[in-house]
């Protein structure tokens, strides 16, 4: 008989407290979204106030054909989240848009809005998400959403991609960041994107400005006019795995999930088993509208 003994179940790691996180483009109902990771990153931390600064449903890719039980896990544990306390602000994004019609929604916990400004001891925060200064966006907004159905297609033929060179042996690629990158004129819009954001954000006197919306995380001090401004973005949960975290200790970091030990599978280790949340998201659409009025008590 053999003694081998089953995979140990690592234990899991105690939350990290932060004052504030921010997530956006999360993309949700797409299949470049990365809901798995992003629920463990969720699940690793206890922050006060969460910012969703955007683009968290896809609302302009939305297909009732593909929404993955991942997907709903993660609408119910932000559910759960709001109802536990933490202060939930959802910023309206280009993708999700169709939302702004109800700016100023509140659920108890939880508020709905195109922008927030947050009080914090390193200095006044502005977040929104961003596309406002995107001038395909203003002008041009069928472009914009065909430009989104071929970077879907791209995400999707890059995990294919990677899936056979995993098989292989090789590491990953990322394609679609290979593309900007190499593209002059998208290097010259990121940067415009940023001085403009920092520009403005000085003129009204904050300290930092955190927006989503290009992919592209970052944070840096940026010289306008009116002094300096430190540029803040979140990243996505579709090809970097990002997010912004903030403490009093250390004011804003930047947070990369690759880089994350704690909320990487361990080699060897038995599969986690799925919380009674992850098994109710499972349920049937009914069966899921119920739990959901009941967690914000509408029912």
Not at 9 to 38: F, I, Q, W
Not at 117 to 146: C, E, I, N, Q, Y
Not at 191 to 203: G, K, L, N, P, V
Request: glycine share 8%; hydrophobic share 40%.
């Amino acid at each position: 008989m053999s003694s081998a003994l089953p995979p140990a179940v690592a234990p899991r790691p105690k939350k990290r407290r932060l004052a504030v996180a921010v997530v956006s483009d999360v993309h949700l109902g797409t299949y470049g979204c990365h809901a798995e990771e992003l629920l463990r990153y969720l699940k690793s931390i206890r922050p006060k106030v969460l910012v969703l600064n955007g683009d968290i449903v896809d609302i302009w890719q939305f297909s009732k054909n593909y929404w993955p039980a991942s997907h709903m896990r993660v609408v119910r544990y932000l559910a759960g989240l709001a109802t536990k306390g933490t202060s939930i602000h959802y910023l309206t994004g280009n993708h999700d848009e169709l939302l702004r019609k109800f700016a100023g929604l509140k659920l108890g916990h939880f508020q709905l809005d195109n922008k927030l400004v947050l009080d914090l001891p390193h200095g006044r925060t502005w977040l929104f998400h961003g596309d406002v200064f995107d001038v395909t966006m203003r002008h041009s907004r069928w472009l914009a959403k065909l430009g989104g159905q071929g970077y879907d297609l791209l995400i999707l033929f890059n995990r294919l991609v990677n899936f056979l060179l995993q098989k292989l042996g090789r590491p990953k690629v990322a394609l679609s960041k290979a593309v900007k990158n190499r593209v002059k004129s998208a290097v010259s819009l990121v940067s415009d994107f940023e001085h403009t954001a920092a520009t403005i954000a000085a003129d009204q006197g904050y300290r930092y400005v955190a927006c989503g919306h290009i992919h592209q995380p970052e944070m840096k001090p940026l010289a306008t006019t009116h002094g300096e401004v430190t540029y803040l973005n979140s990243g996505d949960w579709v090809e970097n795995l990002t997010a912004l975290e903030y403490t009093a200790a250390t004011g804003w970091t930047l947070y990369r999930y690759a880089t994350d030990p704690h909320v990487q599978p361990q080699p060897g280790a038995a599969p986690e088993a799925p919380e009674v949340d992850d098994l109710a998201a499972d349920a049937g659409p009914a069966a899921l509208l119920e739990g959901l009025l009941a967690e914000f008590k509408l029912k």
